[in-house]
């Protein structure tokens, strides 16, 4: 049975930093790559970041380039997403993804499987 579990989430202020995990079980995180996205009220699904398994490639949205940072320790099981400099607008549930493939190619947003229940993120003052 796959899990994705989500933690990390919390209340901080603008400007401030918060590292999400995302830990599978179930799932052979090696070959896959691993994609974020977030879901705020009365908002669209965003895809985020992605990292992938070819020599850990990147992708980042605009909206968090330069800020979020994707990692993955595959002998944890375990992707991580630092995210620094951050801003009101970033308050959403943050999830982790895939869709069975090794690559970033197709839009984060798209991805099919999550099984997690999100971790909170609120930006606010």
């Known amino acids: 049975q796959v899990q994705f579990v989500e933690s990390g989430g919390g209340l901080v202020q603008p400007g401030g930093s918060l590292r999400l995990s995302c830990e599978a079980s179930?799932?052979?995180?090696?070959?896959?790559?691993i994609g974020w996205f977030r879901q705020a009220p009365g908002k669209e699904r965003e895809g985020l970041s992605c990292?992938?398994?070819?020599?850990?490639?990147?992708y980042y949205a605009d909206s968090v380039k330069g800020r979020f940072t994707v990692s993955r320790d595959n002998a944890k099981s375990t992707v991580y997403l630092q995210m620094d400099r951050l801003k009101p607008e970033d308050t959403a549930v943050y999830y982790c993804?895939?869709?069975?493939?090794?690559?970033?190619?197709?839009?984060?947003?798209?991805?099919?499987?999550?099984w997690g229940q999100g971790t909170q993120v609120t930006v606010s003052s």
């Open positions: 993804a895939t869709d069975y493939i090794p690559n970033c190619d197709k839009p984060v947003e798209l991805y099919r499987y999550y």
């Open positions: 990292i992938s398994t070819s020599n850990d490639a990147t």
């Open positions: 179930g799932f052979t995180l090696d070959y896959y790559a």
